[in-house]
């Protein structure tokens, strides 16, 4: 008799094993979430704004509106259309990722329903500095949806790719366009702090469910339009 091969084999376990195979970004997040917290614990909402606010110059403020942009949701579905080229998986777990996260940021946002700074520091304006021409959102501040997208972009490509050091460099990406946001006074520290943590345990649950299912590691699934 021939030796049976199962047609399916789990590409995770379980939520250990998402955590393993993006151990690179994961492990240092932790570690960087935990110093958010410690600051949050020490200074108070306007302290952390202005420490951030105060620090601007010329070369920052034609940068960091295109970094921000980095965490438009079309810049992660961008990648799934990419991805769709070389594996359905990679693109679905990627595009899902991107809607499971952004209707969570989005549902919060409406919740909670907070000022952005430009409205929470209304009679201190004078204060503040403003990127010239750029449009300076009022409302929905908590979480941060840029930020919420570009920690589960981070986090999607860390558990995917084989060459984990990439994981890091996600992880600074994603600390970058989260950095842009207070920059650009669209939001608070706390605000994109709630964010990194949205985008990456949501995405760490929904890729520990939908990567164990079976359709998605068939061979169909696993190739892309450009391969067979």
Known sequence: MKKYIPYFVPMNTGAKDVLHRARSLFIPYIILLCVCL???????????YFAVNKHYSDFLDAVEPYITHLGDGWTMLALAAVMLLFSYRAALLTASSYAITALTAQALKYAFDF??????FQDQLYKIHFVKGLYILAVHSFPSGHTVTAFSMAMVVAYLVKNKNWGFAMLVFAMMVGYS???????FFEDVMAGSAIGVFITVVWLTFLDSRRFINSPRWCRGLLTK
């Open 181 to 187: 946001r207070m920059y650009l006074s669209q939001h």
């Open 38 to 48: 410690i600051i949050k614990l020490l200074y108070t909402r306007s302290e952390i």
């Open 115 to 120: 000022p952005r700074p430009r409205i929470y």
